[in-house]
């Protein structure tokens, strides 16, 4: 993650190959958010670029 700069985005198939746990999702999508990294999850169709997507995100980290 080191070499990840704000505007990248990190395309992984689903939510698991990102965090083991909700809570490691979490921060991450905090650490994302803070530092305007977004990521792309293909299997649960999240894009955290578009506004649906950070969404859908919260609504599966619940």
């Known amino acids: 993650m080191a070499e990840v700069r704000p505007g990248n985005v990190?395309?992984?198939?689903?939510?698991?190959?990102?965090?083991?746990?909700?809570?490691?999702?979490?921060?991450l999508f905090r650490d994302?958010?803070?530092?305007?990294?977004h990521f792309v999850a293909i299997k649960q169709g999240i894009n955290t670029r578009m506004q649906t997507?950070?969404?859908m995100f919260h609504l599966f980290s619940v």
């Open 10 to 27: 990190i395309v992984v198939k689903e939510l698991s190959r990102l965090g083991w746990t909700a809570l490691q999702l979490i921060k």
């Open 53 to 55: 997507g950070k969404l």
């Open 32 to 37: 994302f958010t803070q530092t305007n990294i």
